[in-house]
């Protein structure tokens, strides 16, 4: 294993890792700031919860409306789902993953 030493110089903020924090200017920050800022990071997890279900349809090739039958969902909830209204939690989050991890099995498994 390699060992590897860092001086941090804590005036100069270009010398800190990706990663660590400039105290100065998170103290500097305002709560609108840091709500706005939680805002936006809310709306792009919703967008990329919206690419994976579309992606994970996509990818077996079905509509919407087919999808919808096979996995046992209401078309309602994978259009939320696709445009970005709901994300999908729980066993349905996990249910998108193995259907992108391994298409065939999962659905031989639901029928």
């Known amino acids: 294993m390699k060992i590897v030493r860092v001086k941090i110089d804590r005036e100069n903020p270009a010398s800190l890792?990706?990663?660590?924090?400039?105290?100065?200017?998170?103290?500097?920050?305002?709560?609108?700031?840091?709500e706005t800022q939680k805002a936006a990071d809310e709306a792009e997890a919703i967008r990329d919860a919206a690419k994976f279900a579309r992606r994970a349809r996509k990818r077996l090739g079905l509509s919407q409306a087919e999808f919808s039958?096979?996995?046992?969902?209401?078309?309602n909830t994978i259009r939320n789902w696709e445009q970005?209204?709901?994300?999908?939690?729980?066993?349905?989050?996990?249910?998108?993953r193995v259907l992108n991890?391994?298409?065939?099995?999962?659905l031989a498994a639901l029928n």
Do not use: C, F, M
């Not at 970005?84 to 998108?96: D, F, I, Q, V």
């Not at 991890?101 to 999962?106: D, K, R, S």
């Open 17 to 34: 890792d990706i990663g660590r924090i400039d105290p100065a200017r998170l103290d500097a920050t305002s709560e609108a700031e840091i």
């Open 69 to 75: 039958r096979r996995i046992d969902v209401p078309l």
């Open 84 to 96: 970005g209204k709901r994300r999908p939690t729980g066993a349905a989050k996990a249910l998108l």
């Open 101 to 106: 991890n391994a298409p065939e099995a999962a």
